[in-house]
């Protein structure tokens, strides 16, 4: 059997901590950019601990080290953590400590915490800094430990990137950063510091690979009515590239001159900064003679509201992803008796399909495809060894997404290969009335998505049932899968609603060890209507085009609003796609869209 690498890894760190005076180090699953997903170099917190979802901080002691992550993964990482010496500790539990008491209660007064300032959100940092202060333990911020443990260390990417042509983005480089700058007087900033990859990626038009299923590249950029500045190596641009940006009246400079740049800032500057945005380390280079103005992203928000350029490009993908998605279910139906698929072969399936249309690039995220009981670990990932085969009984979870050059898409369907019991009818179809609930929502203008969340809950709260995940993310043109500000959620996000956004819509109920369901599709905020007494209302206009399974539906359960709504979708999905298939394809989509 193979060893565990673990223990190893985590006794080497115990050393590195010793040498250093150190009673406990944190790791956080971000990079110097903040990001959900960071390139291989900065997967430290995968690295040390052995678990591999997006979201969870690793934290060592002297004797003990525990992950803390949230109810996604607690499935996966009792899992991936069984045998590495770290403790789960399941947030959002009564029963959980809070992670920075138990560090508290670990270490004592007197002792030391380390954390790597370069890959903490300064706003984290800063919060801890004063929680352990208060109580006589002291911060060091100044240690990369994986520069010292981790052998063979990936290197910080230098693949090249590529930009996106106006007929694309729907917006110039230098119309973007002149809004910026127009927004940047409003909140009296001189300047301000980009240190998200995504954010980066759309002021300058720029995509890269530098990431897993997000069309990224490594950068930092500051941008200022003075000038603008991205922050590169070199060695990633194309001449032609670096040409256009010079002609935009852009500066190139090397990525790791920006801790210098900003520590040389004009003594009373102005500078906009968001504390979750930048790392630890780069907030606190800022000079003590400038004025830090700590404000959510207008950048994140200007880029969340898309144009109608983007739009269209979504639009375009969607057919795209909706004819993949008939290819794949047509082949899943024919392919299940056979007693030949896996989950595996689920995801490598997608990939097939959905490669063969124009302007696919990869996979927006990896593939969730979870057959009965591996259907309720919600982010499930199949490997090989332990993939479920899939039986001609019960219901097949899938959750997948694609890039494609002119749109990103993610959607999820809960499809019967079988057999279904009651209890999973009725669930099914809960989770459906929440995701109709959600879809036809009308508000007013300045709504909060956590205004709207409990929409897409209600009917499961009613059978005593709910969901611990979010109901709604932003989602990133050609860009990430996940992206703010906005979401739909139960906890409080200040953000409003606008007109041009685009979000999930994903409902779903998992029962432990038996099934998971959820249903996805993306939606766009548009204005409805406006009077001159009430003001303007909102609504959503569903762009995913891929039938939702009606054999599981419980139809006793749906209002005949609600049955018209599906209907009627289901007629659009029909109507957009159909010129795209061929005879037979076009039979099946037909039989898959008749009204129920």
């Not at 209660?105 to 915490?113: A, F, M, P, Y």
């Not at 700590?294 to 004819?323: C, I």
């Not at 079988?418 to 007013?444: N, R, S």
């Amino acid at each position: 059997m193979k060893k565990n690498p673990i223990p190893e890894r985590v006794a080497a760190m115990r050393q590195f901590m010793e040498e250093r005076q150190l009673d406990a180090f944190i790791v956080p699953s971000t990079d110097a950019h903040l990001s959900e997903y960071p390139p291989k170099y900065w997967e430290s917190r995968k690295w040390i601990t052995g678990f591999t979802g997006s979201a969870g901080t690793a934290v060592v002691t002297k004797e003990k080290a525990g992950v803390w992550t949230d109810s996604r993964y607690f499935l996966q990482a009792a899992d991936e953590l069984d045998g590495t010496g770290f403790d789960l500790f399941k947030m959002g539990q009564l029963d959980t400590p809070e992670m920075t008491d138990w560090i508290i209660e670990q270490v004592g007064q007197g002792g030391t915490v380390g954390i790597d300032g370069l890959v903490y959100a300064a706003s984290e940092g800063n919060a801890l800094k004063s929680r352990l202060e208060a109580v006589g333990i002291k911060l060091n911020t100044s240690f990369d430990p994986f520069e010292v443990i981790r052998e063979e260390r990936p290197e910080i990417p230098k693949n090249k990137v590529f930009t996106l042509p106006v007929d694309v983005a729907g917006e110039s480089v230098k119309s973007k950063i002149d809004r910026v700058n127009d927004e940047l007087k409003k909140v009296n900033a001189d300047g301000a510091i980009v240190v998200t990859l995504d954010t980066i990626a759309w002021l300058f038009n720029l995509r890269g690979n530098d990431v897993d299923y997000n069309p990224v590249a490594v950068a930092y950029a500051y941008v200022s009515g003075k000038e603008t500045v991205l922050f590169i190596d070199p060695v990633k641009l194309t001449d032609e590239i670096a040409a256009a940006y010079k002609e935009q009246g852009i500066t190139i400079a090397p990525y790791h001159t920006i801790f210098n740049y900003v520590a040389n800032l004009p003594k009373g500057s102005s500078v906009c900064v968001t504390g979750s945005k930048i790392n630890y380390k780069l907030l606190h280079t800022i000079p003590s003679t400038c004025r830090i103005i700590d404000v959510p992203s207008p950048l994140d928000l200007m880029k969340s509201v898309k144009n109608e350029t983007e739009l269209k490009g979504f639009r375009n993908a969607m057919v795209k992803d909706g004819v993949a998605l008939v290819k794949f279910y047509m082949w899943l139906e024919k392919a299940v008796p056979t007693g030949e698929v896996s989950e595996v072969t689920v995801a490598d399936k997608l990939f097939e399909f959905r490669s063969q249309q124009a302007l696919f690039v990869g996979e927006s995220f990896a593939t969730i495809a979870g057959y009965g009981p591996n259907g309720a670990v919600i982010h499930y990932r199949a490997v090989p060894e332990t993939a479920l085969k899939i039986e001609p009984k019960g219901l097949l979870l899938i959750d997948s997404g694609a890039q494609y050059k002119d749109g990103t898409t993610d959607i999820t369907r809960t499809v019967a290969v079988g057999e279904l019991t009651e209890q999973m009818k009725i669930d099914y179809t809960l989770v459906l009335k929440g995701h109709i609930a959600l879809a036809t929502a009308i508000y007013p203008r300045g709504t909060r998505g956590a205004q709207l969340d409990v929409l897409a809950r209600k009917a499961l709260w009613e059978h005593g049932l709910t969901y611990w995940h979010g109901t709604g993310h932003g989602i990133g043109h050609f860009l990430n899968v996940h992206e703010g500000p906005q979401n739909i959620r139960l906890e409080e996000n200040p953000t409003l609603l606008e007109p041009g956004m685009v979000t999930s819509n994903e409902p779903g109920v998992y029962r432990a060890n038996q099934y998971g369901i959820r249903t996805e599709n993306l939606i766009v905020t548009q204005k409805r209507s406006e009077s001159e007494e009430f003001g303007t209302f909102y609504d959503f206009e569903t762009i995913t085009l891929c039938p939702i399974d009606t054999r599981p539906i419980a139809k006793e359960l749906l209002t005949e609003k609600e049955v018209q709504w599906l209907n009627g979708y289901h007629e659009k999905v029909y109507n957009e796609l159909k010129g795209f298939l061929n005879e037979e394809e076009k039979a099946w989509l037909r039989e898959k869209t008749q009204a129920i």
